[in-house]
């Protein structure tokens, strides 16, 4: 098989198909008397396969995974899959958790309304406005569930509650409120702060949790490939 049946076979174009062999996302293609590459069904199945990880898990981990398959040990060539399979699970548990967390506000966080400069408050005013103590808002802080600034003041320094703080303070409350336990709302705290491009809007968490499906589809689709990757290598010649 030339150069361009692999191409075709793919869905890359010739001039990938030399990228990705000079990658070592594929083996070494054959050489004819003539030096023309030759091809095997095994190039045409790598090149599907690392398709569908690159959109699961990006080019990069992608280029290393089909790199290391063919040179491991087969259970770690499987494990380092499943790792895959799980990073990816972990990624739609912190979406789901920063959802769940976001629920706990109400409709506010169905907009993506931009955070307003001054919109800020005193420990008095956010505890009011809350129904809260005070002294429950500096617990949050110190358990890491309230991030406020701090600001010089004649007497000393003074907290002063942003607008993520204050997303942070109403979360927590709307937590606690629901029964959730202080570790159970780290969690959700954690979550929308690694998620903080989007973590005042629901609906762009929606959208996040669709693309994650897209990607373990992906993924899923890969694996077949893979395994029969990882088995092809330890094969041995002529069998």
Known sequence: MNTAAVAAASGYSVQQV???????????????RNGYRQFSADHVRGLRAYRDLAY?????????????IRLQPPDQAAALICQFHARLNDEREQALTAQRALRAIGTEATTDA???????????????????RASTLRFWEKVGLVAPERVATRAGTARRYAVPAIREARITAGLR???????????????????????????????????????????LRAGTLLAEIIEGARQPQGS
């Open 18 to 32: 030399r990228d990705l062999e000079a990658l070592a996302v594929i083996p070494a293609a054959a050489r004819s």
């Open 56 to 68: 699961a898990v990006g080019p990069v981990e992608a280029r290393r995974a089909m790199q290391g």
């Open 114 to 132: 931009p955070d307003v400069e001054g919109d800020v408050m005193t420990i008095t005013e956010l505890s009011r406005a809350l129904g809260v």
């Open 177 to 219: 409120a629901g029964g959730y336990r202080v570790p159970e709302v780290q969690e959700a705290i954690t979550a929308v702060r690694a998620l903080n491009d989007v973590s005042d809007s629901l609906a762009a968490l929606d959208t996040r949790l669709q693309a994650i499906g897209r990607r373990a589809l992906a993924l």
